[in-house]
């Protein structure tokens, strides 16, 4: 009898698992298409809350969550790309650096402490890590649209100061990636005491 009944408590565990990482990926492909520009930025640099739901994930169902709705929403997002999967692949190292942190270290100590410190060094790499995947990975694809020039014309109109692509990735792109990244931390921790019940399947 206590062998089925763990058979079936994992079971439900796992359609639990499945439902809510499916339900997640979801919105985080949703949210992708809900980007806007922001001040101080080239208009071809849009925010999008995407990460989010890949964090929440991270904290609800463990880090491998997490990573799954990173690839998941990017998979989905090839059907329309105008990359060639370079885009997506780049969004998906960047949604893993920051999700994977902040899910290992609160998997392995569950208060808000580690989660914000987790969260904050997602959010650090993620912002490091933009200046590799676009410097190597997107802003090459982008010279086949628009000039390297042109590119860089865009930046200098806001910081004339500027001289190369590198010098605009790391003083625009990487504090960019991390706010954006800390939007994301910001709105988690508002909302995941409220939501955490209904994705483990604890609702009163």
Do not use: W
């Not at 990926?25 to 208009?43: G, K, R």
């Not at 989010?52 to 991270?58: D, H, N, R, T, V």
């Not at 942190?101 to 969260?119: D, E, F, Q, V």
């Not at 995947?133 to 590119?151: D, G, H, R, W």
């Amino acid at each position: 009898m206590d062998a089925t009944n763990k058979t079936v408590t994992v079971k439900r565990v796992n359609v639990r698992y499945l439902t809510v990482t499916a339900m997640l990926s979801a919105v985080a492909y949703i949210l992708m298409f809900l980007d806007f520009s922001v001040p101080f930025m080239p208009s071809f640099i849009k925010m999008d809350l995407s990460e989010l739901p890949a964090l929440i994930g991270s904290f609800a169902m463990g880090p491998l969550c997490g990573v799954i709705i990173c690839l998941a929403k990017n998979v989905l997002h090839l059907f329309i790309t105008s990359t060639g999967g370079v885009g997506e692949l780049s969004n998906f190292i960047l949604g893993v650096a920051f999700v994977l942190p902040a899910g290992l270290l609160y998997k392995y100590k569950k208060t808000r402490m580690t989660a914000l410190i987790g969260s904050i060094a997602g959010a650090v790499i993620m912002g490091a890590f933009s200046i590799v995947s676009n410097y190597f990975l997107v802003y090459p694809v982008y010279y086949n649209f628009m000039p390297q020039e042109a590119v860089l014309g865009a930046y200098q109109l806001i910081a004339p100061s500027m001289k190369s692509i590198l010098q605009c990735l790391i003083c625009f792109n990487m504090p960019f990636t991390f706010i954006k990244g800390m939007f994301s931390v910001v709105i988690t921790f508002v909302t995941y005491k409220h939501i955490s019940p209904i994705l483990k399947g604890r609702q009163s």
